[in-house]
């Protein structure tokens, strides 16, 4: 695959909507919320990884919208190693009665609609999407992304002149004090993320 | 769907599972920085905030120029507010992040939706304190049960074995176990021990023509059940239960220990007011008296550790005091002069509440005329008693060894009349303990002489009464206090509590000529009157349970801190000993005590 920036993808991508119900995701986003979005997967490469679980929560101002969320669990992938098990405590029988990858893929795109999407890492959880996604629909997902490491790195780095800023998850969740809820599931994740951004965005500069 | 919300708390934990599912899926999650307003006085609250983290302050809304803020109530640490609020419409207080905030939150429709299908829930919401205390004193239960059941069987109720030799007959074991009161013999046959029943002795003789006169063995059950002395006392009920059975032998190893009973096991809860109960009646010297009264506070500190209605608690040691009591006057007051005196409690004693053995407060009516040379040094001799029982002294010296205590019918009806006039705060304080006299021994018709004139007299006398009540109010009641939580807050009850009920519910019930003097039945009294509400009088009841409970678990750890076994603070509660619902019901009862004081002052239309 041609590497490109994404924003010029993205106008190739939204060229290629079949589908008309998908032509707002390319829309200009107005309001004010944000989706923070988590995907749990066998491995850290993409090309390789299949997805275990996607979480999303809505974010609307200071709030984390926990009940309007998304808590999807995806069928069985034939790649479920041992070592993927062990990090997310996922195991096959959890998965028995979990959704396709297409039915999942649907549920995203309705959900998030074309508001930012927040994550860690966010990059990867859109390329991971973006790879299941461009076979069935002909686009990867275009909406802005937020790093939250970033956020929070734009925040902090007049702390650290000259020095690296600790961007590890545990770090900036223990640097800003906020409570991990059910790390290591997809909708855990999502939310321990939104907590953090809500408190960069709205609450004092960290130490 | 965060399972970052406990849901053990109540009033959540009364919630079914496809309602607190329902509740789960609803949530969200808010964040607050430090002083950011989460409800405005004055606005609609959008549903209950359960604090997760950090700490939020209820206040009224200020005017310009207030320079205090005035703070009811602080949460943190899963406490929740807001849901007054939402049901009534708009907040009346301001509700303002302390510190860095995170609450979970869900809204009004969610809790009108749970309240509508869980009647327990909405009880609790609908800020009900007496509904509140009996929820509370229902999820309660189950813990209490575990103690009991934890107790092992060797602590509880092993009886010694009756052990009988095979070749013993049956009539002789039954005379053995009508000597001993036994429902069961054991019976060693070589190396085994069997076990005979009243009932097999009956089947033996009456259903199958046995003979009296033969061995005993022949009738014994040797597949002997057993369990160990360390067990509990619940393995050897559900053995009972399995096996259909009523004893358990109880063997250490190879050795024999005793047998349990189905019915002592049953009865083990209640066997310790019994047993003391009992030592009381039969005390005949004032030798056998002290010891019976010695038990007293262990049974106490048994029934609160064991849950026991604080009611049924004051009822029942107020009647083991009154038996104390009476059974010295029997045996210090010599037979003839005791149709001429009356001997009568007055303060809490008279009024059935006191828990741990609380000041003498007694005096003595005696017959006009009466001629008993020994007086003094009889009822000098009761109170020193008394004291050696562990009855402190009165430290105002309002007992029977100070002759003032110690008057004739005329006498007494005429200080209840001077202390009534008088202005003086120390007779106020007299008059008040008199009121609440009950007599315990002697002839009750001297006392009965004395307060029904007084009761006579009093009536309609609207200036005595305005003048009583006063005191009721004179104590601030502190609700500001819980924002003390985090500096070691203290608060006298006893002043901001207790005292204004039981002041205030003593005015009324003089007024309307009531007799009893226990500050719950003379509250029934005022609703069968018509004098109060129901509801009310309910909330009042409960709010005073609820201070003399919390007041008294206190006492009972303070006192067993000190050497000498005595609470220096006996009135004091410390906030940081509470848990988050003893304050929030400490919270409500308070509010009780404050509108309760409203009504008082309304009624006998004191300054406010």
Same mark, same amino acid.
């Given at each position: 695959m041609m590497i490109l920036p994404r924003a010029i993808r993205k106008f190739k991508d939204k060229r290629a909507?079949?589908? &008309?119900?998908?032509?707002?995701?390319?829309d200009k986003y107005e309001g004010d919320e944000v989706v923070s979005l988590d995907c749990e997967t066998t491995s850290l490469d993409v090309g390789e990884a299949s997805i275990l679980s996607i979480g999303a929560v809505k974010i609307k101002g200071k709030r984390v919208?926990?009940?309007e969320r998304l808590d999807i669990k995806l069928k069985p992938p034939a790649d479920l190693t041992a070592e993927s098990i062990k990090i997310h405590k996922i195991r096959a029988a959890d998965l028995a009665d979990g959704v396709s990858i297409e039915e999942a893929l649907e549920q995203v795109l309705e959900f998030v609609g074309n508001r930012p999407i927040l994550g860690y890492y966010v990059n990867y959880d859109i390329r991971m999407l973006d790879k299941f996604l461009r076979p069935t629909y #002909?686009? #990867?997902? &275009?909406n802005k992304a937020i790093e939250l490491s970033h956020v929070y790195h734009d925040i902090i780095k007049w702390r650290h002149v000259g020095g690296d800023v600790d961007l590890r998850f545990d770090t900036i969740a223990d640097k800003l004090n906020m409570p991990m809820i059910q790390r290591h599931t997809a909708l855990g994740d999502a939310i321990s993320v939104a907590l953090m951004y809500v408190r960069l965005k709205h609450g004092d500069t960290p130490l | 769907m965060p399972d970052s919300f406990k849901m053990g708390n109540l009033p959540f934990s009364l919630l079914t599972e496809s309602e607190q599912k329902l509740l789960r899926s609803n949530l969200d999650i808010g964040y607050y920085q430090s002083g950011e307003v989460i409800i405005k006085a004055g606005e609609q609250s959008e549903g209950v905030y359960v604090v997760y983290r950090g700490r939020v302050a209820e206040s009224e809304p200020q005017d310009e120029g207030?320079?205090?803020?005035?703070?009811?109530m602080h949460y943190e640490n899963e406490d929740y507010f807001g849901g007054w609020s939402a049901m009534h419409g708009s907040a009346i207080h301001n509700f303002t992040a302390e510190e860095e905030t995170i609450c979970h939150i869900f809204s009004t429709d969610i809790l009108l939706e749970l309240m509508d299908s869980n009647p327990g829930f909405a009880d609790y919401f609908q800020q009900n304190l007496a509904a509140k205390s009996e929820i509370v004193a229902q999820q309660g239960e189950g813990q209490d049960m575990a103690e009991f059941m934890l107790a092992t069987i060797e602590e509880a109720v092993v009886r010694d074995p009756l052990i009988v030799n095979e070749g013993t007959s049956i009539k002789e074991s039954t005379q053995l176990m009508r000597e001993t009161k036994s429902d069961s013999v054991l019976v060693r046959r070589g190396g085994r021990i069997g076990m005979v029943t009243g009932t097999d002795i009956l089947n033996a003789i @009456?259903?199958?023509?046995?003979?009296?006169?033969?061995? @005993?063995a022949t009738i014994a059950t040797y597949r002997l059940i057993t369990c160990k002395p360390d067990d509990f006392l619940f393995n050897a009920l559900v053995i009972m239960t399995q096996q259909q059975i009523e004893r358990v032998v109880v063997m250490e190893g190879d050795t024999l220990v005793g047998v349990v009973q189905l019915t002592d096991v049953l009865s083990y809860f209640s066997s310790h007011s019994h047993v003391i109960g009992l030592r009381l009646e039969r005390a005949s010297t004032i030798e056998d008296l002290r010891e019976a009264a010695a038990g007293l506070n262990n049974l106490i500190k048994a029934l609160i550790s064991t849950g026991v209605r604080i009611r049924f608690t004051m009822d029942l040691l107020a009647a083991m005091n009154k038996r104390i009591i009476a059974k010295l006057f029997d045996l210090v007051v010599p037979a003839d002069m005791q149709p001429h005196v009356c001997l009568i409690v007055m303060g809490s004693e008279g009024r059935g509440e006191?828990?741990?053995? %609380?000041d003498q407060d007694n005096a003595l009516i005696f017959r006009n005329g009466l001629n008993w040379a020994e007086k003094h040094q009889t009822m000098q001799r009761f109170s020193e008693t008394l004291i050696s029982f562990g009855f402190p002294p009165c430290p105002g010296n309002i007992? @029977?060894?100070?002759?003032?205590?110690?008057?004739s019918v005329d006498d007494w009806t005429q200080n209840l009349q001077d202390w009534s006039m008088s202005n003086d705060p120390e007779d106020q304080m007299r008059l008040a303990i008199a009121v609440d006299a009950k007599p315990?021994?002697?002839? @009750?018709a001297l006392f009965k002489v004395a307060r029904n004139w007084f009761l006579r007299t009093m009536r309609n006398n609207d200036l005595f009464f305005s003048h009583f009540a006063k005191a009721a109010v004179e104590f601030d009641t502190p609700l %500001?206090?819980?924002?003390?939580l985090k500096e070691r807050g203290e608060l006298d009850i006893k002043k901001g509590g207790i005292f204004p009920i039981v002041h205030g519910v003593r005015t009324f019930a003089l007024e309307q000529r009531?007799?009893? %003097?226990?500050t719950f039945e003379r509250l029934e009294a005022l609703v069968d009157a018509g004098v109060m509400q129901e509801s009310n009088a309910k909330d009042i009841s409960e709010a005073l349970g609820l201070f003399v409970n919390i007041r008294l678990r206190q006492q009972i750890r303070r006192a067993e801190q000190t050497e000498d076994g005595?609470?220096? %603070?006996?009135?004091?509660?410390?906030?940081?000993?509470?848990?988050k619902m003893d304050r929030e019901l400490l919270r409500d009862a308070l509010l009780v005590v404050k509108s309760f004081k409203k009504s008082l002052t309304s009624r006998f239309n004191l300054p406010s």
């Open positions: 909507v079949k589908d &008309p119900r998908w032509a707002s995701l390319f919208k926990t009940s #002909g686009f #990867g997902l &275009p | 207030d320079e205090m803020l005035h703070v009811f @009456v259903l199958n023509d046995g003979s009296v006169d033969a061995d @005993v006191q828990i741990m053995k %609380t007992m @029977v060894s100070n002759p003032e205590w110690v008057n315990v021994a002697g002839n @009750v %500001t206090f819980f924002g003390n009531i007799l009893a %003097t226990n005595i609470d220096p %603070t006996p009135n004091i509660i410390e906030l940081q000993q509470l848990n």
